[in-house]
Each structure stands twice: as structure tokens, then as C-alpha cells.
């Protein structure tokens, strides 16, 4: 998995308000993506019979 910018409770207690304003602002959708977007490709991934004939594969 190579998401780019996830939006997590540290992101928001590691940078100052105005950092965290733009945070994902230069990646293609705009917006940092949620833990509850990338939740779903984890559990796909991680399934031996969903996901048992995928190798090499990155999602971005």
C-alpha cells in the first residue's frame, strides 16, 4: 500500500494548524485520505481467499 497522506491523530498533534490545513493539498484528489478509505484494501490484501493470487501489486 502507498496511499500518500493519511490523516491520523498524530498528523494533526505533529504540525501546526496551518500545516495541517493544506496536509494532502499537492497529491491528485486534494485531501489527505482517511484510515476508513484504506481499511478495505488492507482487509482484501490481507484475506488468504480473497487476495491469495495478487503479488506485486501497488496501490496508490
Do not use: C, H
Not at 493539498?25 to 488492507?42: D, M, N, V
Amino acid at each position: 500500500m502507498k496511499p500518500g497522506p493519511v490523516w491520523t491523530p498524530l498528523v494533526v498533534a505533529s504540525f501546526p494548524k496551518d500545516k495541517n490545513a493544506k496536509f494532502g493539498e499537492g497529491y491528485p484528489i486534494k485531501r489527505p485520505a482517511q484510515l476508513r478509505e484504506l481499511a478495505p484494501a488492507f482487509v482484501f490484501l490481507a484475506s488468504p481467499v480473497d487476495s491469495s493470487y495478487i503479488s506485486g501489486e501497488v496501490l496508490a
